[in-house]
């Protein structure tokens, strides 16, 4: 699998090992939610993700973290279990700058082609797009929130800004709900500024990994 974003490698890199961020966006088809999110950013470190539709269908992922090179290569092994656990299934993710954004390249190395066949039917790839798509649009409200702050307009695909429009909406929502002004909310606030490239690590190491909250960030200015 190959995908463009239009966004730099550190942002990438970060919404694929914070789970924070991955909470946000690897969730599926939509009214599936994940209300489970584990992850140790390290190499050896633990993952686990809980997914359900909120009425009578749920399953989780655990795995483990093998190698990771910030806004570069991230290696894991992960298993669903739906409730059984499949066989492991090996992932190499590949970022690179591409003139402004990213190119992401994703390989999935599964045991055989019977194991293949049963992780497609059960509807893996239509739920990657569809996280995908949340996660592009997303980064697209990152950028409009940005620009329409610096006063500049930017285009954006149509199915993009679709689905960051409704994630822009219902995280205003819960502002509200929570009676605090739309789109300034810390958390909310913070990954919108990981998703546009305007915060960067200054800090990492072992004890700074993202699932620790160990890293700090310092502004990148306009780009």
């Known amino acids: ?90 992932v190499e993710t590949r970022i690179a700058a591409d003139g402004t954004g990213t190119l992401m390249s994703m390989r999935m190395t599964l045991p055989d082609a019977q194991t293949r066949a049963a992780m497609l039917a059960t509807g893996r790839e239509a739920g990657m797009e569809a996280s995908y798509v949340r996660l592009e649009g997303m980064i697209q409200i990152a950028h409009f929130v940005r620009t329409i702050i610096g006063g500049k307009l930017r285009c954006a695909s149509v199915r993009g800004l679709r689905t960051g429009f409704r994630f822009l909406v219902g995280m205003s929502k819960k502002s509200c709900n929570r009676r605090q002004s739309p789109i300034i909310l810390s958390t909310d606030s913070e990954i919108l500024s990981v998703l546009a490239g305007t915060r960067r690590p200054v800090n990492s190491g072992s004890s700074g990994s993202p699932a620790s909250g160990g890293e700090e960030y310092e502004s990148t200015g306009s780009r």
């Open 1 to 90: 699998m190959t995908r463009r974003f239009a966004t730099p490698p550190e942002a990438v890199y970060r919404a694929h090992t914070d789970p924070k961020l991955i909470q946000k966006w690897l969730l599926g088809p939509e009214a599936w939610t994940m209300p489970v999110r584990t992850g140790d950013a390290r190499p050896g470190g633990k993952i686990r993700y809980e997914w359900t539709n909120g009425k009578d269908a749920g399953f989780h992922l655990t795995g483990e973290h093998l190698e990771l090179e910030p806004s570069s290569r991230m290696v894991h092994v992960e298993r669903m279990h739906l409730p059984d656990p499949m066989p492991d299934n090996h």
